[in-house]
């Protein structure tokens, strides 16, 4: 299974991005999928998921800032980012559990996309 991400980059505060992250491959079903973030020094956070059956979690720090959408046909998970702060800066990972058959999945992790929120 790959993980493809996509969008990032650097924006002013206050201002908006998008990621998104398409998964491929050997797939069976998405159990979960969507984003975690980690700034230098610090530990890798969750940003947001999204579960097979629609449930979404957030980090506490979202506070309604972030939308994490889904795609089930293209196997595609959006985060549309608001009111970006400078503390938003970070790399930020796709992250997905895999169902490979009804016995099996796992975890996969993307590369990683940087964004970068100026003040």
């Known amino acids: 299974v790959q993980l493809q991400a996509s969008g990032g980059g650097l924006v002013q505060a206050g201002g908006s991005l998008r990621l998104s992250c398409a998964a491929s491959g050997s797939i069976f079903s998405i159990n979960n999928m969507g984003w975690y973030r980690q700034a230098p020094g610090e530990q890798r956070k969750l940003v947001a998921t999204?579960?097979?059956?629609?449930?979404?979690d957030y980090g506490d720090f979202v506070k309604g800032r972030f939308t994490i959408s889904r795609d089930d046909f293209k196997n595609t998970r959006t985060l549309q980012m608001n009111s970006l702060k400078p503390e938003d800066t970070a790399v930020y990972y796709c992250?997905?559990?895999?169902?490979?058959?009804?016995?099996?999945?796992?975890?996969?992790w993307g590369q990683g996309t940087e964004v970068t929120v100026s003040s």
């Open positions: 999204i579960t097979s059956n629609g449930r979404t």
């Open positions: 992250f997905a559990n895999i169902q490979h058959d009804p016995t099996y999945n796992r975890n996969y």
